[in-house]
Nanobody, 123 residues
Framework: QVQLVESGGGLVQAGGSLRLSCVASGRTFSSYVTGWFRQAPGKEREFVAAINRNSGSILYADSVKGRFTISRDNAKNTLYLQMNNLKPEDTAVYYC????????????????WGQGTQVTVSS
C-alpha cells in the first residue's frame, strides 16, 4: 500500500510559479511510474506529466510543455512538479499518482492517488 500526499498549491498571479510536491509512504515508491494529473471545475481529469522509475522517460501534455517540469527523488520518496509561467487555464486541483503503468498518460492505469492540491491562477 502506498499513500501519496501533495502540497505546494495556492493562489498565484498569471506568469507566476509554484512547485508542487508529493510525498509517498512505503518502500516501493522507486519501483512505480509516477505522474501528475489535474481536474478543473466541470471538466474531466487530464494528464499533465509523468516520469518513469529512473527518470529516463518523461512525458508532458502539450498544454504544459516548456512551462512545467516533472522530477522525482527516489531517496526522499518525493515527486515534484515545477510550474512556471502559469496561466489562468492551469487552475485546477492537481493530483499525483503512482503505479505499475504501461501507458504513462492513462490515468486509469495508476493505482495510487493523492488527495489533491488546489492551484488557482488569477489573471
Amino acid at each position: 500500500q502506498v499513500q501519496l500526499v501533495e502540497s505546494g498549491g495556492g493562489l498565484v498571479q498569471a506568469g507566476g510559479s509554484l512547485r508542487l510536491s508529493c510525498v509517498a509512504s512505503g518502500r516501493t515508491f522507486s519501483s512505480y511510474v509516477t505522474g501528475w494529473f489535474r481536474q478543473a471545475p466541470g471538466k474531466e481529469r487530464e494528464f499533465v506529466a509523468a516520469i518513469n522509475r529512473n527518470s529516463g522517460s518523461i512525458l508532458y501534455a502539450d498544454s504544459v510543455k516548456g512551462r512545467f517540469t516533472i522530477s522525482r527523488d527516489n531517496a526522499k520518496n518525493t515527486l515534484y512538479l515545477q510550474m512556471n509561467n502559469l496561466k489562468p487555464e492551469d487552475t485546477a486541483v492537481y493530483y499525483c499518482a503512482a503505479g505499475y503503468v504501461g501507458t504513462m498518460t492513462s490515468g486509469q492505469q495508476y493505482r495510487y492517488w493523492g488527495q489533491g492540491t488546489q492551484v488557482t491562477v488569477s489573471s
